[in-house]
């Protein structure tokens, strides 16, 4: 069992591991993608105030003006001091532009085709840019590598009774590099898996609902209308209509209907946690919402592969997420070299068998034989 989980662990690393190497950086990245940002490009948050005090329909009508032939589909709330209004419009194709806007003037501060190097970020580490090539499902793949990998290369680490201690640091009489292989698989080992598992659920939403919703009713991702004509109502008004009943919530955004039988999709915030309203266009009438109260357990361990994976649920903690990412470049990096070295060491073993054998069939070859085991 051992030679077949090294075989198996090896393997894994030597080919997904590379893909994995990459889905491990971008993910690294985007745990700060917002203060990397902010650095990067400051007139994006050359904001006036943090208050953003005009209507909805206001960004939305601005975000437009900024881009030629776009539609809003969503606008982002500031989260924090210093946060602009995030507007994402959606042009020609697939493309996604976002608007940054001042928050008390809506005056637009930067548009940015297809979302920048964050937005380019963010489709790397979901799909490797490759949303139409089965992407997201190749990155959910490598992150069931990921996860049998950290798993397996846990049980291969586990020492012999009574080594555990030594086991913990250096060990003496083996390469730097099996070393770092060993305690940073070790020590990073859970992090990893987390990733890797949590990754799995967001790569694979529809299957992961499946399953959960036979354990645990899972609320729909998404609600349509029965009711299409007429003049549809503002967004404001949609925004209205969702926080009557949640009036100390903080609106964080709004997602603008979607083709005929779309909807307007408000998220609110509490002290409870996250809340989401469904308002049908045609008629103003709350359709649905999800919040604490309703919330099923099923609904909640979804909503936490999320949360864990971001590290919006770690706090100042994320930062672990941050050096997680760069693990597989650490093991696949240190792993190839212990593989490396092996082959070596089997191919100069192989040969002095051989020769020793030519040796003993060949009294002349002795000579050469001696030379080898020199």
Not at 65 to 82: C, D, F, K, T
Not at 130 to 140: A, M
Request: charged share 15%.
């Amino acid at each position: 069992m051992r030679r077949l989980w090294v075989n198996i662990h090896l393997w894994l690393g030597l080919s997904l591991g590379a893909v994995g190497v990459l889905v491990g950086l971008s993910g690294s990245f985007l745990v700060y993608d917002h203060e990397i940002d902010a650095g990067l490009n400051p007139q994006r948050y050359a904001v006036t105030g943090s208050r953003a005090s005009l209507t909805y329909a206001h960004y939305a009508a601005s975000a437009r003006a900024a881009l030629a032939s776009a539609r809003v589909v969503n606008i982002r709330m500031p989260e924090q001091e210093g946060d602009p209004v995030v507007a994402t419009a959606r042009g020609q194709g697939a493309m996604f532009h976002r608007v940054y806007l001042d928050p008390p003037t809506g005056k637009v501060l930067e548009a940015v085709p297809d979302g920048g190097l964050i937005g380019w970020m963010h489709r790397f580490h979901e799909n490797l840019t490759l949303r139409e090539y089965w992407g997201r499902e190749i990155v959910g793949a490598v992150g069931i590598a990921m996860l049998i990998s950290s798993l397996s290369g846990l049980y291969l680490w586990w020492p012999s009774r009574g080594r555990f201690k030594e086991a913990l640091g250096a060990r003496r009489g083996i390469t730097v590099s099996r070393n770092v292989h060993y305690l940073v698989g070790f020590y990073g080992c859970i992090v990893l898996a987390l990733l890797s598992f949590t990754g799995i659920w967001l790569a694979y939403v529809d299957a992961g609902r499946a399953v959960v919703s036979a354990f645990s009713p899972v609320s729909p991702r998404t609600v349509e209308t029965g009711a299409t004509g007429g003049k549809p109502i503002g967004p404001d008004a949609a925004v209205g209509t969702a926080r009557r009943p949640y009036p100390t919530a903080r609106v964080t955004g709004l997602a603008f209907p979607n083709g005929e039988r779309g909807v307007y999709r408000v998220t609110l915030r509490d002290e409870l946690g996250a809340i989401v309203v469904f308002i049908e266009p045609a008629t103003g009438a709350l359709l649905r919402s999800v919040d604490s109260a309703n919330r099923s357990s099923g609904d909640r361990f979804l909503a936490a592969q999320r949360g864990l994976h971001t590290g919006e649920l770690l706090g100042p903690a994320r930062a672990l997420l941050f050096l997680g990412g760069l693990l597989p470049a650490v093991l696949v990096v240190t792993g190839t070299m212990m593989w490396l070295r092996q082959r070596r060491r089997s191919n100069v073993m192989t040969s002095t068998s051989d020769v020793a054998a030519a040796a003993a069939k060949n009294p002349e070859n002795a000579t050469a034989a001696s030379a080898m085991r020199r």
